[in-house]
């Protein structure tokens, strides 16, 4: 059974920093195409940023120079490391892994 978990969402401080983790399990492995989404209320779903298998990455503009994926290899994860987290970061984070959704974390952004 295809499985894709995300973890480490919270609430953070505006300028704070987070860490979310992807995991996959089942069919689909980690080392394929991984996307970060995010998705506010009221807002369409956005790319926050990808990596492919070759590794190249891609992020979207608003956390550009902020946000940065990994992939972690010995433990079969990708991170998105997020760092001067705004307000406008607040959303349900999706991770994708080969086509497959996790069902999201969420990230709060307030003081």
């Known amino acids: 059974q295809v499985q894709v978990v995300e973890s480490g969402g919270g609430l953070v401080q505006p300028g704070g920093s987070l860490r979310l983790s992807c995991a996959a399990s089942g069919a689909i492995q980690i080392r394929n195409h991984v996307a970060w989404y995010r998705q506010a209320p009221g807002n369409q779903r956005e790319l926050v940023a990808l990596?492919?298998?070759?590794?190249?990455?891609q992020y979207g503009e608003s956390v550009q120079g902020r946000f940065s994926i990994f992939r972690h290899t010995a433990n079969k994860t990708v991170s998105l490391q997020m760092n001067s987290l705004k307000p406008e970061d607040t959303a349900a984070y999706y991770c994708?892994?080969?086509?497959?959704w996790g069902q999201g974390t969420q990230v709060t952004v307030s003081s």
């Open positions: 994708v892994v080969n086509g497959w």
């Open positions: 990596i492919t298998v070759t590794g190249e990455t």
